[in-house]
Every structure is written in structure tokens, then in C-alpha cells.
């Protein structure tokens, strides 16, 4: 199986920076890593896509909203997928959901919250 460590979220104002961190582990990740994405959830609504990096090649995808603001990076020597997020607005505001696709399966984080307000 995969686990999942979240790490970075928390009370922001608007326009600033919170980067987020998650740590996986597992024999499964650890084989048959695919990739990682991100997601997030507001009150009320679906969760939806934020971005994604595939673990071999790098390439990365990046929901329309966040495009130009937030980064989504890997080390793979950690297992470890970063979203550096700047210029956060208060729409941002969310559960954010750490999600690792290995063997077939996603794997998802408990979810860190980010709050941006003034």
C-alpha cells in the first residue's frame, strides 16, 4: 500500500505563498509509481483537480485556475511531490488533497487545509 504524509498548509493572506509537501512511502509507490497529483475541496463542493506530475517523465498538468501561480515539482529520491502556491486568493481556500497513482490505484492524503483570508 501507499501512505501518504501532508505537510504545509495554514492561514494565508491574499497574495501570498504556502508550499505544500507530501511524503509517500510503500512498497507499492515505491515499485510501481506512476505519479502525483493534487487536489482540493472547498465546503459544499467537489473536489477537484489542481495539478499533476508524472513520476518518470516530469511532465506536469495544471488545472486552468491555477495556471501561472502554483508550481507542482517532485523528488523522487524522497517520493516526496511539492505545490508551491503564490498569489493565493481567497477562492483558493480549501482542503487540499495529496494523491499517489501506483499499481492502478489512487492513494490519497487525509488532506491539509488552506485558508486565505484577510
Known amino acids: 500500500q501507499v501512505q501518504l504524509v501532508e505537510s504545509g498548509g495554514g492561514l494565508v493572506q491574499p497574495g501570498g505563498s504556502l508550499r505544500l509537501s507530501c511524503a509517500a512511502s510503500?512498497?507499492?509507490?515505491?515499485?510501481?509509481?506512476?505519479?502525483m497529483d493534487w487536489f482540493r475541496q472547498a465546503p459544499g463542493k467537489e473536489r477537484e483537480f489542481v495539478a499533476t506530475?508524472?513520476?518518470?517523465?516530469?511532465?506536469?498538468r495544471y488545472a486552468e485556475f491555477v495556471k501561472g501561480r502554483f508550481t507542482i515539482s517532485r523528488d523522487n529520491a524522497k517520493n516526496t511531490v511539492y505545490l508551491q502556491m503564490n498569489s493565493l486568493k481567497p477562492e483558493d481556500t480549501a482542503v487540499y488533497y495529496c494523491?499517489?497513482?501506483?499499481?492502478?490505484?489512487?492513494?490519497w492524503g487525509q488532506g491539509t487545509q488552506v485558508t486565505v483570508s484577510s
Open positions: 506530475i508524472n513520476w518518470n517523465t516530469e511532465s506536469t
Open positions: 494523491a499517489a497513482r501506483a499499481a492502478g490505484d489512487r492513494y
Open positions: 510503500g512498497r507499492t509507490f515505491s515499485t510501481y509509481a506512476y505519479g
